[in-house]
């Protein structure tokens, strides 16, 4: 077993895998994680992805033990505005889509004529909570899924796919893990590493900090953001860049606060797209995290920062502006040697669909299945890497398909959107999707934590690409479809009258 691990880097990827590791391997494992005091983290990164929560069960966390430290809310979903057309919106919650007679329902609703503005509402029951401020749990603590008196099979404590994930402040998030392991033996090192020691292979063997002197082990985390310090600075390994199929590379962000008594907690992420890019909007507990994402090829930051403001906060111009270059793509290899990058180090998408801190959690997951012993079987890097591949290259792919398949064309970038070249594959398969929608069978097949109804969802929502109604369902008798679509209307006007709104929830869990 190997047993020194040191973790370079203190933000949400350091605190994330020091945590993580200690909570698994307990003392068996001796970790010492060191950041730098001068070089600040990145400081976004506060809407999830909802398989967040298993890492915090891992870590045998309850909601109220972590929440109120750190501004967190509630995320059921991301709610898309102006991506058909300026004025309109749609919903991608954290719901399956149900089947009547093994057709999915909205396949019965386009069958039904359904009308494109209100497939969300009309097909889910997330929609409806998200459009009412509504707590996706109720004030003794259920799960909303847990009362439905219809049931739906898997809208549940489903593993995969829990129907809400969190927004929090990623720096509060940050210092709560650092006491959280610190407790636990991690051992933390203020500090600035200024260079690395590699032995006679290129194996790196110590980290040379300022004031603390060398820092041994046996396996290296690279958690150093973007400059991937260890992996790429000193390993060289070469990064991928997604830029060619995903142009945006900058964004410029904003940290709101606002009154808590006067806020009207919104459940969901809203990604409202502008003229060079969108603006994402993320409200915490007590203050609105926002920022503008762009390509420098069609906006410059001056511009962006002023869009932002007149969208975000036009009152506040006093408010400190983070300017961000992004690095979008991966390494070619994650795991190089006896180094692991996780994080911003490892790779990248644009936030889009709030992936960064799932490709943490995946690659710590994963670390933590392939973990080294004394031989360093090569097998076991590879496999890690494929994963981790894997995962970043679907996400690119899903992200793409949002641009391509926004019917907004009314500027230049989204103009520019629709003829980039695409993903390997993906041409054919957008084609396929123009007879029968995407199903789980014929997306990008590899784990990348979307699935066939995110696709769909997607795809019907953007509006570019019309989906088309399945020819079999013709021949089918749709009055079991009919019903099932009164139902979700009937279930959710009910959660709405009886669910608490996210701020009486998490006024109640904050006291
Ligand atoms: C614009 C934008 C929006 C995002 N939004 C989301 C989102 O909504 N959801 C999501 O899941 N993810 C999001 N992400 C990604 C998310 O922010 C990151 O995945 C997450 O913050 C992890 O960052 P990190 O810890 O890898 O790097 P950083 O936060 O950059 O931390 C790097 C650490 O390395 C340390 N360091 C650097 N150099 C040295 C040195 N020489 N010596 C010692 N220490 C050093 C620094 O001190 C710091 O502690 C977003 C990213 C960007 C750019």
Known sequence: MIRNIVVVGGGTAGWM???????TFGDR???TLVESARVGTVGVGEATFSTIRHFFAHLGLQERDWMPHCAASYKSAIRYADWRKPGTHFYH???RLRSVDDFSLDEWWLRLDGDVESFDTATMLIPALCENNRSPRFMDGSLFASRLTHAVADIGE????????YHFDAGLLADFLRDYGTARGVRHILDDVVEVRQDERGWISAVTTREHGDIAGQLFVDCSGFRGMLVNQVLNEPFLSYEDVLPNNRAVALRVPVDVEEQDLAPYTTATAVDAGWI????LYGRIGTGYVYSDEFCDPEGAERTLRAFAAPDQPELEANHIRMRVGRNRNSWVKNCVAVGLSSGFVEPLESTGIFFIQQAVEQLVRHFPDDRWDPGLAKAFNARMAEVLDGVKEFLVLHYRCAARDDTPYWKAAKSRPLPDGMAERIEAWR?????????????HGFEGYNW?????GLGAQPPAARPALAGLDPAPARAELAHVRAEAARLVDELPSVHEYLRHLHS
Request: charged letters at 20%; glycine letters at 0%.
């Open 456 to 460: 769909k969802i997607m795809l019907i």
């Open 93 to 95: 919650p954290f719901e």
């Open 17 to 23: 895998t020091a945590t993580y590791l200690k909570r």
């Open 158 to 165: 489903q593993r995969a796919q829990f129907p809400y994930a």
């Open 435 to 447: 007879t029968l929608m995407p199903e789980d069978t014929s997306i990008y097949q590899p784990f």
């Open 29 to 31: 494992l001796d970790i």
């Open 280 to 283: 994402w909007t993320i409200p």
